[in-house]
């Protein structure tokens, strides 16, 4: 008992939670506020701000990068029709035409076209992203273990909402047809993720290196958070 | 004399008729069945695989060229240029009627790809047509005919052409008729020695644009040109032509143009011809410069060439030149580079109308006694030729010079190896035959007669093409197709030579009345003219309804503003004889002149969707306007 107690007050992280398991005179929530306060005002070492700095390399490689792929591949389309989205823009294989055919052939079942001009995302994304990039260099210098939980949190509703977004974009395009198209076809939502049968066309929709880079960012800042697991907050 | 000839050839006919029945059998396979199997695999082109050549046949009096691949044979697609072809749409355009002009025919014989420093640059195919005296460039960009030129002043019968220089500066054209000149001058053809005359032109070649113009012309007696083919390497600045009327026959030609031993073969510095021009040695005729070779040392000089000759053909080096004389059994072998130094010496035997005539015996390095009938002769790079001998029925391959003392004191020596063709060869050719790096693989015999070579067609029968393996010391016949009439020479190109686009970019297109979005798409009116720029895509035309009146001139301009692969429109426009086909990103334009009122539905010609069916439109003509109307009247009873 003497021997732990005397270890009490020290910032080693497993002798001390056990310190406190037996320091009867404390509540439980006061304990968990103050673990909780010491945790976010932890500096990060030098290694965690480095790699934050790797980080904003991946924040700014996803604009050199697409973040998904769609292709469309048909018996007489063999070598596929291809869309890339950019976070700033839509790019369509062989100098755009492909996004034409795309539209020329989705008018047979009433789809709206597709085109850059609608997607208002393509504007706030790529602000979005230079603003993580300033965060993450704001972390980056104030070095406090709470920076990374902000950057996370923030992130992670960046890219869930962005996702939503785009599966909104997919099924508006698949369940907004007009009902006096050629052909009819029952409402349906193109795949995100995987392949997909719609009429001759299989779809294929993949994530590609751009959100790669992005979900490197999310590992980036779980990185850098346990590199610095065992530096010690300074109390004033 | 003929007979004497034949009499003496039988036996070795027979002999080498004994010896190919030797060659075909296989030590190991006395039966030949594995041999002809890996043989037809080796020309087997499986579904969805490709051919590794072009081969581009001439299609003799359908006007066309029809283009197969190599090996398979398998016909790909026809290229319409002297005559119209609705499957294409072509001559019902403004641009491809104006180019076809009045001719609705025209007879293709000799097709020639363009080339860079003696090699094949895969930019344009040029062919000639014999019936209307003009010249044809396709572009084998898109495998269309892009110009017409003629019919070309002071010639008749454009038999002797396309043949196309080392770097393509020329192409050349010998006229088959001689006529008198100007044209138009009537002089009866019993005056033929005195009044008609023959001619040697030289067509030059844009080297950009490949644009083609008459740049002169060699004047020369009557005699009749057959048949050419241009220098390389030390012959580079030179032509050959043959002839066959010497005797300058004017009727009964198949005897009294066959009299003499030897026909004169023309051979032509065509540098020196351009020199010539340069200096102002000519006469403008017709507005071609036109050079009395009499006049111009230097241009022209003659080769007696042994009998009634044919083809006269350069080797891959230039230093051979190939002369088949048809109506006997040998074929002469000219030594150019003895050719230069009797030119120099003036080893000449003497002249005919001031044009000096080369020592035969100075040039001639030998006749091989290839067999009956030699007319055309194909080079493989590794110093063997290939004679197709019609009479005979066979392919001769045999060895150039140089030859050792033995092999010259008996060039039957020379004659490696005979194959059976079925029946009556024409042309061979051999891909790259007429560069200085023939392919040497595949060797494509054109055989004039098919007969009971195919399932019954009634009477009037295709060609047939037989394919035939070069690469053994053997030849071999790998397989057979049939062509409609009548390919009479073709050229082969690796496929991969070719910069062949699949759509017209946008961006190319510069039709002044061009649109690409449909609120653009209209029909406007001036005066009685009627203009429509029309969209064609997937699937509807743009407008749909387009209205006239009759007397009207109305004019479509119709651009197909897809840019995919494959998706051609055409339209149709029902008992207006009017058929035109736009490719994707491609703008034509088309006038008719309306005569009746009535609904004139059109319709997209090219199946293109699975709403093709419903691609479709009213042209809706209304009777005259009252005014109009009662002029008509006016005017009619007097018709």
């Known amino acids: 008992m003497l021997n732990q107690a005397s270890k009490t007050g020290k910032d080693d992280g497993a002798p001390e939670t056990r310190a406190h398991h037996s320091t009867a005179e404390e509540p439980a929530t006061r304990r968990f506020l103050r673990r909780e306060r010491l945790f976010l005002a932890r500096p990060l070492n030098l290694a965690s701000r480095l790699v934050l700095l790797l980080g904003v390399a991946f924040l700014i490689g996803s604009f050199f990068f697409p973040l998904w792929q769609i292709r469309l591949v048909a018996p007489q389309y063999r070598d596929g029709l291809e869309l890339k989205v950019y976070s700033y823009e839509l790019r369509a294989g062989n100098n755009g035409q492909h996004l034409d055919e795309i539209n020329l052939l989705n008018h047979y079942i009433g789809m709206k076209p597709i085109q850059q001009a609608d997607f208002v995302e393509m504007t706030w994304i790529p602000f979005a992203v230079g603003l993580f990039v300033l965060l993450t260099l704001r972390a980056t210098v104030f070095g406090r273990m709470g920076n990374l939980v902000d950057l996370f949190m923030l992130f992670s509703y960046f890219g869930l909402f962005s996702m939503a977004n785009f599966y909104y974009r997919l099924y508006t395009y698949g369940h907004d047809l007009d009902p006096k198209a050629a052909m009819t076809i029952e409402p349906f939502v193109p795949v995100i993720i995987g392949k997909n049968q719609i009429a001759n066309f299989t779809q294929y929709s993949y994530p590609m290196t751009g959100s790669y880079l992005f979900l490197g960012f999310v590992l980036v800042l779980l990185f850098a958070a346990w590199l610095s697991r065992k530096e010690k907050t300074l109390v004033e | ?490 050229q082969i190109i690796r496929a991969d030579k070719l910069s062949t686009i699949e759509v017209y970019p946008k961006a190319e297109n510069k039709h002044p009345e061009a649109v690409w979005s449909m609120t653009d798409a209209k029909a406007t009116r001036q005066g009685d003219q009627v203009k429509v720029n029309m969209i064609a895509v997937r699937s509807r035309f743009v407008p749909d309804i387009v209205e006239a009146q009759v007397g009207d001139t109305i004019t479509f301009h119709i651009t197909n503003v897809e840019q995919t692969r494959g998706m051609s429109h055409g339209i149709g426009v029902n008992e207006l004889n009017m058929n035109v086909v736009v490719d994707p990103g491609e703008t034509k334009t088309f006038t008719m002149k309306l005569t009746e009122p009535g609904i004139f539905p059109f319709y997209c010609t090219v199946f293109c969707s699975a709403l093709h069916q419903e691609m479709q439109g009213y042209l809706a003509v209304k009777p005259a306007s009252k005014t109009a109307a009662v002029e008509k009247e006016s005017v009619e009873p007097s018709l």
């Open chain 2, 1 to 490: 004399m003929k007979l004497r000839i034949i009499k003496t050839t039988v036996p070795a006919i027979l002999g080498s008729f004994l010896l190919l029945g030797a060659a075909g059998c296989n030590k190991h396979d006395p039966s030949g069945a594995q041999d002809r199997k890996s043989a037809a695999e080796q020309a087997y082109v499986a579904p969805g695989e490709m051919d590794e050549y072009y081969l581009f046949y001439s299609g003799g009096h359908s006007g066309q060229i029809y283009v197969s691949g190599l090996p398979s044979m398998r016909h790909i697609v026809t290229i319409p240029v002297f005559a119209p072809f609705p499957g294409k749409g072509y001559g019902f355009d403004d641009t491809t009627r104006a180019m076809l002009g009045a001719y609705t025919w025209g007879d293709v014989h000799h097709p020639a790809l363009s080339k860079k420093d003696g090699m094949y640059d895969g930019r344009w195919l040029f062919v000639n047509d014999n019936a209307n005296n003009r010249l044809a460039r396709v572009s084998l960009r898109d495998f269309k005919t892009k110009q017409i030129l003629g019919p070309i002043p002071n010639t008749s019968g454009n038999h002797g052409s396309s043949f196309v220089t080392e770097s393509s500066e020329y192409v050349l054209v010998g006229t088959r008729f001689s006529i008198p000149l100007p044209k138009g001058r009537y002089a009866h053809p019993s005056e033929y020695k005195e009044e008609y005359t023959g001619m040697l032109t030289g067509i030059k070649v844009h080297p950009e644009t490949g644009e083609m113009t008459v740049a002169w012309q060699i004047l020369t007696p009557p005699f009749n040109w057959d048949l050419a083919s241009t220098g390389k390497g030390p012959s580079r600045d030179w032509a050959f032509f043959t002839s066959y009327n010497t005797e300058m026959a004017h009727t009964m030609m198949e005897v009294n143009s066959s009299q003499l031993d030897r026909d004169l073969a023309a051979f032509v510095n065509w540098r020196a011809a351009e020199r010539a021009v340069a200096e102002n040695k000519f006469e403008l005729l017709d507005g071609v410069p036109v050079i009395d070779p009499s006049k111009a040392p230097g241009v022209l000089y003659y080769l007696p060439i042994g009998k009634s000759p044919h083809g006269i053909d350069t080797d891959p080096s230039g230093r051979w030149i190939v002369g088949s004389g048809k109506l006997q059994p040998s074929t002469t072998v000219v030594d150019f580079e003895k050719v230069l130094v009797a030119v120099e010496k003036k080893d000449f035997e003497g002249e005919n109308r001031g044009v000096p005539i080369l020592r035969y015996t100075s040039v001639v390095e030998g006749e091989v006694p290839v067999g009956l009938g030699p007319l055309h002769t194909q080079y493989d790079g590794r110093g063997n030729a290939y004679t197709s001998l019609y009479i005979e029925s066979v392919v001769a391959k045999w060895k150039l010079p140089p030859w050792t003392a033995e092999e010259k004191a008996n060039l039957e020596k020379v004659v490696l190896d005979k194959i059976d063709v079925h029946y009556n060869i024409g042309h061979l050719v051999i891909g790259g035959s007429d560069t200085r790096e023939p392919y040497g693989d595949w060797l494509v015999a054109m055989n004039k007669l098919s007969a009971g070579r195919h399932i019954p067609t009634g009477p009037g029968l295709p060609e047939t093409s037989q394919l035939i393996d070069i690469r053994g010391d053997k030849m071999r016949m790998i397989s057979e197709a049939f062509t409609d009439k009548e390919p009479h020479f073709a």
